[in-house]
């Protein structure tokens, strides 16, 4: 059975860099896209993008800018950078397995922005 | 982006009795490569989300038969032929079809009467 789980500090400064990582148990990261997916408290599901093994991302438009995914295969390990941070980048982040439909996930994590 | 709008967003429903959700896509679902990547999630207090239901109809492994999807085009429905408590929660559908960027709707909010 697959399993993620996201790491990363629960709190960043704004106009700062958000870094988290997923480790996959179960699964080989070389199988598969991999996904980050946000949820601001009390809101929707926004996607955020998602990696290939092979290095080949897809990023939200409306984050682009400021999005950065890399995938770690030695250590079964996918990550993502978030730069330039404001309060509206509070949410609980999640990593998934998958791309269309993504089929599992962490049980995510919050990052809260503020100084 | 392909906008996903899901009716009720609140859905209180009596224990036993059915429950159905809609979900309207901006834009066809249907990929060049012929299916359609539509999902439903389920996500209970607490938790992180969990898929019930990919490519419309295609009930992931564990998900009650209670659970079904239906719909083709932009029109798109999950129904829950006999609501139990377990069911309460949040319910979203997903476009996988056209992207970047895959997008949610609103979200539903199951509870009970």
């Known amino acids: 059975q697959v399993q993620l789980q996201e790491s990363g500090p629960g709190l960043v400064k704004p106009s700062e860099t958000l870094s988290l990582t997923c480790t996959v148990s179960?699964?080989?990261?070389?199988?598969?896209?991999w996904s980050w997916i946000r949820q601001p408290p009390g809101k929707g599901l926004e996607w955020i993008g998602y990696?290939?093994?092979?290095?080949?991302?897809s990023y939200n438009p409306s984050l682009k800018s400021r999005v950065a995914m890399s995938v770690d295969t030695s250590k079964n390990q996918f990550s993502l950078n978030l730069n330039s941070v404001t309060v509206a980048d509070t949410a609980v982040y999640y990593c998934a397995k998958g791309r269309s439909s993504p089929n599992s996930w962490g049980r995510g994590t919050l990052v809260t922005v503020s100084s | 982006d392909v906008v996903m709008t899901q009716s009720p967003l609140s859905l209180p429903v009596t224990l036993g009795q059915p429950a159905s959700i809609s979900c309207k896509s901006s834009q066809s679902l249907v990929h060049r490569d012929g299916y359609t990547y539509l999902n439903w999630f389920q996500q209970r207090p607490g938790q992180s989300p969990r898929r019930l239901i990919y490519?419309?109809?295609r009930r992931d492994s564990g998900v009650p038969d209670r659970f079904s999807g239906s719909g083709s085009g932009t029109d798109f429905t999950l129904k829950i032929s006999r609501v139990e408590a377990e069911d309460v929660g949040l319910y979203y559908c997903?476009?996988?079809?056209?992207?970047?960027?895959?997008?949610f709707g609103q979200g539903t909010r199951l509870e009970i009467k």
């Open positions: 990696i290939h093994y092979t290095g080949s991302t």
């Open positions: 997903m476009q996988g079809t056209h992207w970047p960027p895959l997008t």
């Open positions: 179960g699964a080989s990261i070389s199988s598969d896209y």
């Open positions: 490519e419309v109809s």
